[in-house]
T-cell receptor, first 112, second 112 residues
Framework: ELKVEQNPLFLSMQEGKNYTIYCNYS?????LYWYRQDPGKSLESLFV?????AVKQEGRLMASLDTKARLSTLHITAAVHDLSATYFC????????????FGEGTQLTVNP | NAGVTQTPKFRVLKTGQSMTLLCAQD?????MYWYRQDPGMGLRLIHY???????AKGEVPDGYNVSRLKKQNFLLGLESAAPSQTSVYFC???????????FGSGTRLTVV
């Protein structure tokens, strides 16, 4: 059974600081996704990581993937209040009907 | 606008009542999914479909049924609603051969 675990589950940080969210998954997966969700809203796609060593950056967010360690990280640089949201990682496997399995989510609060 | 449309957006049911949630996509996507989101648990897959006329169970299928009679529609049914089915339900779709999932805006269901 594929399991996806995120840590931390709750993160409160100050503006201007850096931090990393970790995403571990239990079995070989084909693709790793990061999503953002604002309260009461749907999921917004941030990154899709397709291969070992993949790194993608958008603004203050950078995601990376290590398939050997079954680990993805979402690094936040110089946080700003607008980044406050819940962040989910998810993985899918092409040979199992290709559906997403999600982590529990990391609730990020950036304080002024 | 192209995308995934969920109907209704909000609903309150009494225990034992039945209802159907509709997911419609106009992007000609092959794959469609129903997830539920509960606090602290991320999104969990209920049922999914890899094509018209096909459905399969996900992680938490008990108490739900689905149908995909037309390619663009994926229906989620609750035959006898229970308070444990109070949740936010998200539908998603994805084209075959692509890794991009599109999520609907969600249906907030309360069972009293």
């Amino acid at each position: 059974e594929l399991k996806v675990e995120q840590n931390p589950l709750f993160l409160s940080m100050q503006e201007g600081k850096n931090y990393t969210i970790y995403c571990n998954y239990s079995t070989t997966s084909d693709r790793l996704y990061w999503y953002r969700q604002d309260p009461g809203k749907s999921l917004e796609s941030l990154f899709v990581l397709l291969s070992n060593g993949a790194v993608k950056q958008e603004g203050r967010l950078m995601a990376s993937l290590d398939t050997k360690a079954r680990l993805s990280t979402l690094h936040i640089t110089a946080a700003v209040h607008d980044l406050s949201a819940t962040y989910f990682c998810a993985v899918d496997r092409l040979n199992s009907g290709s559906r997403l399995t999600f982590g529990e989510g990391t609730q990020l609060t950036v304080n002024p | 606008n192209a995308g995934v449309t969920q109907t209704p957006k909000f609903r309150v049911l009494k225990t034992g009542q039945s209802m159907t949630l509709l997911c419609a996509q106009d992007m000609n996507h092959e794959y469609m999914y129903w997830y539920r989101q509960d606090p602290g648990m991320g999104l969990r897959l209920i049922h999914y479909s890899v094509g018209e006329g096909t459905t399969a169970k996900g992680e938490v299928p008990d108490g739900y049924n689905v149908s995909r009679l037309k390619k663009q529609n994926f229906l989620l049914g609750l035959e006898s609603a229970a308070p444990s089915q109070t949740s936010v339900y998200f539908c998603a779709s994805r084209p075959a051969g692509s890794y991009g999932y599109t999520f609907g805006s969600g249906t907030r269901l309360t069972v009293v």
